[in-house]
């Protein structure tokens, strides 16, 4: 049964709210790897390593191949997709906050420099 | 001292892992809220609702006033704009993701319509 996206949502931040895990991503966002080659850049156990990859797959961040020797790990980019769609429905507060500070700024500037 | 940069978004997601923490930050985009205010729309506890405030004040994601009977919480959207960034930088693989499936499907319509 697919999670609601409110759970989705949670799912996904829990999985990207450790920087191993999304360092994973960053090496998987340039092609697909086994998790041997994963676990090569980290000081950790392959165990250790497949568990993040455990977690990354319960969210649906990360995709593995089936055949037993050869199991390469794929990003899939849906979740991240939703993350971006769901911050940036924030974009405005962030835009009118930056505004306000140029506002601020250009009126300390024309107190300086009253030309 | 401020935190990396790597920490601050593995509080941020940290943060944001959880429902009722992101219906506060939807609620706080609307305008500054008491944490009277903000318990009402839940049945929870005043104590359980300051504990999940005091997680986004934490991530950088909330403000408090300081003034003892009234502190309007207020959001900051600091972290939401790191968040959308971060998120956005695996954009090339979900738009060529959505690319080669809308080729897919045109080449499943020409099969079907061959004009």
Redesign the interface.
């Known amino acids: 049964m697919p999670l609601a996206a409110?759970?989705r949502?949670?799912?996904t931040?829990?999985a990207?709210?450790?920087?191993t895990r999304?360092s994973i991503?960053a090496r998987l966002?340039e092609g697909e790897a086994t998790v041997n080659e994963l676990a090569e850049p980290f000081a950790m156990t392959l165990p250790a390593i497949s568990r993040h990859i455990k977690v990354l797959e319960k969210a649906g961040l990360v995709t593995q191949g089936q055949r037993a020797q050869y199991r390469p790990c794929a990003?899939d980019?849906?979740p991240?997709?939703e993350?971006?769609s769901w911050?940036?429905?924030?974009?405005p507060?962030?835009e009118d906050?930056f505004d306000r500070m140029a506002d601020y700024l250009q009126q300390l500037d024309n107190r300086e420099d009253p030309t």
Request: glycine share 0%; proline share 7%; hydrophobic share 45%.
């Open positions: 409110d759970d949502l949670t799912e931040f829990s990207l709210a450790n920087p999304r991503l966002a990003i980019p849906e991240l997709r993350v971006a911050a940036e429905q924030y974009r507060i962030w906050r």
